[in-house]
């Protein structure tokens, strides 16, 4: 069974770097963006329910004679600054900020570091650490698709003896 968990507890826990994997086709951007729908979703489901606080409001009647306002008891009433519908969710979209390591275009797909809140700050020293890079390309050579997309229509096939090593 699980423990009562508070709104506390689970902002404390968003704080770091992860790394997820990006399919084909989706923007960083999207990506990031989906992220932080289901970290604010979940965590809102997770929360257990606000108790709200019970006040003793005045009740004030006038005067038989004067008119004047008096005092003629204390009523107890929610204390509606701390109620859902007044200050919204605990966890809201604009409050959970997320970064990537590095950028990549929307037709790649793998493994992207993020940073969320406090671990943005971890990037950019990341980023000044030199890292050895391994890139593998796979691709068919001799096929032309429209607009150079991946998943394209072959539109151009032609042959090919062979492959010269050039730089840009």
Known sequence: MRGNITPADIWKSLHGVLCVHKPRDISISTLKRHLINAICEGANRR???VEIPQIEMPVVEPHPISQAPVVVGLRKQPNYDFHPLVVGQPFRKEDIRVEELDYQQPASSGLCLLGINDGCDILESLRDRVWV???????????????????GKVNQQCDYGEIFLCFF
């Not at 391994?134 to 991946?150: A, C, D, M, P």
Request: aromatic share 4%; proline share 5%.
């Open 47 to 49: 929360c257990s329910p």
């Open 133 to 151: 890079n391994e890139y593998v390309l796979k691709g068919q050579l001799g096929r032309g698709t429209v607009e150079n997309k991946i998943r």
